[in-house]
């Protein structure tokens, strides 16, 4: 399953827009499209051969995308593809604290489009479907929000609540 | 599908050994169950519960690679099969048991897999993975396995897998510590916070269980420590008590054997595993499992049940009955435990299948009792399927309450079994003794003593003793009734005794004195006073008239020592010739002081020398009375002199070749059974049978001898069996005994009542004392009613010279005028005015 609308093809029909690096160099969108279209190739193949550094690869998909969201705006389509992957590989790369934390920042974004609000949300319901899918017999006894209601007292509280 | 932790605040509690029993309890009730071992950094609930060979070499699976493979988000969940292990259960009660140990620990790949599931399994992970894949592998166990109970091993203290194993997936949780106040005190916080974690939805409010493991005499009492008891009993169920307030922990004592070999006895229902922290389990059990509760408590009572009664089997009795401290227990191994049978019998309609709870076998291995717990069942049906399908010869129905079991046996030759009266259970010694082991009559004893089995003549004395006690008097098995006629009946049992261990132990028995203090307390009630007389009553009513009616070569040993030098042997037989028939006192200890005295004061020797002197004598006189009967291989004089005067040479050699010579001869003619019956025959023909000097002799120094070979052969000549013509012999030479050497109320003994030296044939003893001897004789015989010695002893007198067959006339006198004449006799013999032969017409 392929986490971006691709990439090559909208770099190929718009200028490139500046991207500064966290070094502070300048660095070409062009060249982070290659990137990240490397890294999803990358991430894919990791997937699909059942290697455990898959993850990894997505999280780094994750990170260039986010970096592309910041180096597009919302109003251009490669703002918004960026977005949507950057959500999409971090709930890949089992970041799923960061990928909310994403969609939560881009939904809150008021110049964000109703398509694109909805295209976020259904990434996550996705995702929530996939977990479910993979434990569906927990899913049969217990909510995906009982369990993640659960995690955040345990993370909370430690164990036996006895460190809230 | 009810989800049971087993939590402790502090390892070494024995948590996994009562989850390991609990999972084999409930399998064995029928219940399916999957224990799953959580306690992942020290797992071992496999070595309690499967083969750890098995697992650590074989099986790959179990719950940590499960859930790495899991939290690496396999394609398709893990098989539970791989993962899991079927674990044999003891009885095929339809239940099952599935273990799903940690992984194989400890094998490195086991710890491998483990540190990887670290970082995988996340359970704080906001997306509720970690959570989710815990649910999963409960909700998959539940919905593939179908089982009753998830029984969880949690990890020790407060860790993370240990908390959600309590707080999120179980329903009740087992909180188990010890009787510490550090355990206490981490037990109430985790059981706190227990109580007060929120629970999903879907779930009911938590329970909590606390139990106090390893419990010893030795438990704190404090205020502290009792204060935190009852703090945990306010959050946790505890055991009800007779009041409705009182409650208390649950406690499973400490157990040396199960806790060191952490041997797994759950389900169990052999008797050798009860034990007080099995009970305890089994308590628990019966709380923890309300659905198992009925059959938890038919478990425990089945098992108290046949663990009294394998102790009772296989240990001393506490009643004191000398006849069961003969019979020895049942050896361990000869018990044999949980034998469930099956035959092509049917009961109304019903398989013949049935379950010995104990089979107990012959030292050759023969099966000869089974003992059956039969709670609810229909009782006649066990003794018939027994009885149809084996051999044994006793069967023991038990129910819960062990004390009112029933006991059905029957014949060695078959046949049905038949309940009996009987209450003690019998010892494997008694199936050789009796026929029948639910036939303990006299009858039956005695055919037993007669069979040669020693341990049924102690049976005998004591139902004499019960048979003779005057009035109801209350005893260890009910009131005693004075059964006169059944204690006849055993008298003469017991006299026709042939055995002769069997008839020594009779009289060792019979004697007085058997009891000492503690032993008399004990086989007598406190408040009862009668020991010492019933004795009394047992020496002159017992063994008195068994010491002359009892084969005489048994008399003789009885009075040997047998437990130390000095011990003395009744003189009851000899007092009841003496005082009840003579009327002279026999106290031969004084005669040897006597003696003693006549001795020393004829020796110059000072007055510390005489005291010495007198204990010499007393010892002497016991020992003497001890050696006074011998039956000797020697010549009789009689048969001696007989032949001396037969040969001719004697008259012309000298006298020391004479004797050699006759010597000789008279050693064959004993010696040769044909000579001597032939000569006894001669010697009976001419009526020359005397009982003293040829049966028998009497020395003055107060020997006894019997010429056993001599008697043989003059029985067989006579045509009576020897055994009542030695006792008869033995009377005869008693009373000659008796008449010297007794007190008359003058002090003085009777020396002028002397048989002959038998120094040559002329010397006779005087006819008058043979008859009166005679006399004496016939009035113990009468006395005893034993119609074998009366018999002998009126054939051997038909055949014995005149002076030894006229008791007949002297029956007719008064027992007084025959005592007035012993006693003239004792003076001078020649004053006597006796009846002739003529006036026995």
């Given at each position: ?136 017999h927990?899913?049969k006894h217990h ?22 | 599908m009810e989800t049971v932790a087993f939590y ?10 009562l989850l390991a029993n609990a999972a084999r309890f409930l399998a064995t009730l029928g219940k399916d169950v999957v224990a799953l071992?959580f ?56 239940g099952w048991l599935r273990l799903m ?33 815990l649910f999963?592998l409960q909700a998959r166990i539940a919905d593939e396995l179908k089982p009753d109970y998830l029984l969880i091993d949690a ?9 959600l194993a309590t707080t999120i997936l179980a329903d009740t949780v087992v909180c ?18 227990l109580?007060?974690?929120?629970r999903l939805?879907s779930q009911r409010p938590i329970r909590v269980v606390?139990v ?24 946790g169920e ?12 649950f ?15 759950g389900g ?13 389990y089994?308590?628990l059990f019966q709380s923890l499992f309300p659905s198992g509760a009925e059959s938890a ?545």
């Open positions: 399953m392929s986490t971006s609308d691709g990439p090559a093809s909208w770099a190929s029909k718009n200028p490139s827009p500046p991207f500064i690096s966290q070094r502070g160099s300048r660095v070409e969108t062009d060249a982070l499209n290659t990137l990240v279209s490397g890294a999803i190739w990358r991430a894919e193949q990791l997937e699909a051969h059942g290697i455990r550094f898959a993850s990894q690869a997505w999280a780094e998909v994750s990170s260039l995308e986010e970096e592309l969201a910041k180096a597009f705006p919302l109003s251009e389509s490669e703002g918004r593809i960026a977005r949507r992957g950057a959500v999409r590989a971090a709930l890949k790369a089992g970041e799923y604290a960061r990928a909310h934390a994403l969609a939560d920042g881009y939904l809150a974004d008021e110049a964000a489009p109703r398509s694109l609000k909805t295209a976020l949300r259904k990434i996550l319901q996705e995702d929530d479907q996939a977990i479910a899918g993979r434990f569906q927990a899913a909510t995906l929000r009982e369990a993640r209601d659960l995690a955040r007292r345990f993370r909370e509280g430690g164990a036996f609540g006895l460190a809230a | 402790s605040y502090k390892g070494g509690v024995g948590r996994s050994l071992d306690d992942f950094e020290a797992p071992g609930l496999h070595y309690k519960l499967g083969d750890q060979r098995d697992v650590r070499s074989v099986f790959l699976g179990g719950a940590v690679p499960y859930l790495l493979a899991t939290a690496e988000g396999a394609a398709s969940a893990p098989p539970l099969e791989k993962h899991t292990i079927s674990v044999a259960v003891p009885t095929d009660a339809g140990p940690a992984g194989p620990a400890p094998e490195q790949t086991y710890w491998a897999a483990f540190k990887e599931l670290g970082g995988k399994l996340r359970l704080g992970d906001p997306s509720g993975q970690g959570f989710m894949a999963d990890r020790t203290g407060v860790t993370e897998l240990g908390s188990m510590f010890v009787a510490n106040q550090e355990s206490l005190d981490g037990t109430l916080t985790v059981v706190e916070a109580k007060g974690t929120p939805g606390p106090l493991s390893r419990t010893t005499a030795k438990s704190p009492e404090d205020d502290r420590f009792a204060s935190g008891v009852k703090r945990l009993l306010e959050f505890g055991k009800q008590g007779q009041n409705q307030k009182d409650r208390a922990l406690a499973l004592p400490h157990d040396d054997v199960l806790g060191a070999s952490e041997r797994v006895v169990e229902r052999k008797a050798s595993a009860f034990s007080p922290l099995y009970k305890a089994l308590e408590r038919n478990v425990l009572e089945r098992l108290e049940s046949i663990a009294g009664i394998r102790g009772d089997l296989t240990s001393e009795r506490s009643e004191s009955y000398e006849y069961d401290d003969l019979l020895p227990p049942w050896g361990a191994s000869l018990i044999q435990e949980g034998v469930l049978y099956k035959a092509d019998y049917q009961h109304r309609g019903k398989e013949g299948s049935r379950y010995a709870d104990l089979l107990c076998r012959s030292e050759g291995g023969t099966p000869l009792m089974v003992v059956e717990y039969v709670a609810g069942d229909p009782v006649d049906e066990a003794p018939e399927f027994w009885g149809k399908n084996t051999k044994v010869r006793c069967v023991v129905l038990v129910g819960p309450n062990r004390w009112e079991h029933r006991i059905f046996t029957r014949d060695v030759n078959g046949g049905d079994l038949r309940r009996v009266e009987r209450w003690d259970l019998p010892r494997p010694r008694e199936f050789e003794l009796l026929r029948d082991v639910g036939d303990r009559s006299v009858e039956s004893m005695l055919e037993a003593v007669r069979h040669g089995h020693i341990e049924a003549v102690a049976w005998l004395v004591n139902e004499w003793r019960d048979s003779s006690l005057v009035g109801d008097i209350m005893g260890p098995k009910g009131p005693r009734h004075w059964r006169p006629e059944r204690a006849q009946r055993i008298l003469d049992g017991l006299a026709a005794i042939e055995d002769l261990d069997c008839a020594e132990e009779v009289l060792r028995r019979a004697a007085a004195g058997r009891f000492d203090h503690r032993r008399r307390k004990r086989r007598f009630r406190d408040d009862w006073d009668f020991g010492e007389d019933l004795e009394q009553k047992m020496a002159e009513d017992l063994f008195a008239p068994l010491f002359w009616r009892l084969p005489v070569e048994a008399v003789q040993k009885s009075m040997e020592p047998r437990h130390y030098p000095g011990e003395i042997s009744s003189l009851a037989g000899y007092r009841l010739m003496a005082n009840d028939l003579m009327g002279l006192r026999y106290d031969p200890d004084r005669s040897a002081l006597e003696d003693a005295r006549l001795m020393s004061a004829r020796l110059p020797a000072s007055r510390d020398h005489r005291d010495e002197g007198e204990i010499v004598w007393l010892h002497r006189s016991r020992r003497e009375q001890i050696e006074r009967v011998r039956l000797s291989d020697e010549a009789p004089p009689a048969l001696v002199w007989e032949e001396m005067l037969q040969e001719e040479p004697y008259r012309r050699s000298t006298i020391e070749e004479a004797n050699e010579k006759v010597g000789a001869k008279v050693k064959e003619l004993l010696e040769s059974n044909t000579s001597l019956r032939r000569r006894l025959k001669e010697v009976s023909g001419r009526r020359d049978l005397a009982t003293l000097g040829l049966l028998g002799s009497y020395e003055p120094s107060g020997n006894i001898d019997l010429y056993p070979r001599v008697i043989t052969a003059a029985a067989e000549a006579l045509g009576i069996p020897p055994r009542y013509l030695k006792s008869v012999v033995f009377i005869h030479l008693s009373v000659w005994a008796m008449a010297r050497e007794t007190y008359d109320l003058d002090g003085q003994r009777g020396y002028g009542f002397a048989p002959s030296p038998r120094t040559s044939p002329i010397d006779r003893e005087s006819p008058t004392h043979v008859t009166l001897v005679q006399a004496f004789t016939d009035r113990l015989i009468r006395l005893l009613k034993d119609p074998n010695l009366q018999d002998a002893f009126e054939k051997l007198s038909k055949h014995q010279p005149e002076p030894y067959t006229l008791w007949a006339p002297l029956r007719k006198l008064p027992l007084e005028k025959l005592r007035m004449l012993l006693l003239r006799a004792r003076a001078s013999a020649a004053a006597l005015d006796l009846p002739s032969a003529d006036d026995s017409q």
